[in-house]
């Protein structure tokens, strides 16, 4: 599976890290950008005398889950989309940024998609096995832009070693950034150029084919932490 992570170079840190160390951070989901992150409803159902069911809604957090403060629950956002403007606009510095593609195995338990729907999830009351990937993999509508995976770990960082296959600069990326990015880079890695025209998602300046990075550090003289 393809997926893809922005990243802006503001805070060149986050970028040399992935790139040096083949790594994703994990922040706790409490730091993430949505004020309803891991936030639901617990329904109930309740006779009325009519014969009637009605229907209780409490609203809980996954803080309050078993396991959910004793592991740290933590969250790397990935998305399905490497196109998508706003994302760009959002978490690529205003498409002076980057987009690292990055190949992950079919079957990762802890890799989830997101569903997206108008409310907030509600579970039954009468669950006690609830999880936290449960309540962190539902998000509301006005997110679905975002075509979101997460990877749910207790984990502060997540290993990409040998794993990203190329890196998208922004149109906005600098010459000099983006010479900076490909010395940082493990060997291998391809650098591809998008270009904001009308059809700019569909639009990418792909190198010849006999491109080499040959800025590269080798990934045998690499040192992982």
Not at 73 to 97: F, H, I, K, N, Q
Not at 100 to 116: G, R, S, T, W
Not at 130 to 151: C, D, G, M, N
Request: net charge negative; proline share 5%; charged share 25%.
């Amino acid at each position: 599976m393809i997926l893809y992570k922005y990243r802006g170079l503001s805070n060149l840190r986050y970028v040399a890290d992935i790139l040096c160390h083949e790594r994703l951070y994990c922040a706790p989901y409490t730091e993430l950008n949505d004020p309803f992150e891991g936030f639901f409803y617990f329904e109930d159902r309740i006779l009325e005398p009519c014969g009637d069911w009605e229907r209780l809604y409490r609203r809980s957090d996954v803080s309050q889950l078993v396991g959910a403060e004793l592991h740290g629950t933590r969250v790397c956002s990935l998305s399905s989309d490497p196109w998508e403007v706003r994302l760009w606009a959002l978490y690529a510095d205003s498409c002076r940024g980057v987009v690292f593609e990055i190949e992950f195995p079919e079957a990762l338990d802890q890799l989830h998609k997101v569903n997206y729907s108008r409310k907030l999830p509600s579970f039954l009351e009468a669950r006690s096995d609830l999880k936290p990937f449960e309540a962190l993999t539902h998000k509301t509508a006005v997110w679905q832009y975002e075509s979101e995976y997460r990877i749910i770990t207790s984990d502060s960082f997540w290993n990409i070693q040998g794993q990203i296959r190329r890196v998208i600069v922004g149109p906005r990326c600098s010459a000099e950034d983006r010479t900076m990015l490909e010395r940082m880079a493990p060997e291998g890695v391809c650098f591809v150029a998008a270009e904001a025209k009308e059809t700019w998602q569909a639009v990418v300046s792909k190198l010849p084919p006999d491109y080499k990075n040959t800025h590269g550090m080798p990934r045998s003289t690499r040192r992982m932490t």
